[in-house]
């Protein structure tokens, strides 16, 4: 149990970290914004992306995919519009510290 609490302690920082710096960066015109069910659903049909983690900040609700391959995304989503900010093509579980 101990592991579990370690990995959702990382999540949660890697989530303010990486919404700390997309808030440090003016908005870009090439940034990905949809309704959010639409956003998930594409990254989920093209990517093979799903939801691995979820949290609230005053920015608004992010959500960080996961695809079996490694491939990742962080959506941030507001009044039910998400905007893709990071992404990546290489991930992996931390088993512990």
Do not use: N
Request: proline share 4%; glycine share 8%; charged share 20%.
């Amino acid at each position: 149990m101990t592991r579990w609490r370690l990995c959702l302690a990382a999540l949660i920082v890697f989530t303010v970290i990486a919404g700390v710096i997309s808030l440090s960066f003016p908005a870009r015109s090439q940034q990905l914004c949809a309704p959010l069910p639409d956003l998930l659903k594409a990254l989920k049909d093209k990517h093979g992306e799903w939801i691995v983690f979820v949290a609230e900040a005053p920015a608004g609700k992010y959500y960080l995919t996961r695809s079996d391959d490694g491939r990742w995304s962080l959506v941030v989503a507001k009044e039910d519009v998400g905007c893709l900010i990071l992404a990546g093509k290489a991930s992996d579980f931390v088993r512990g510290f």
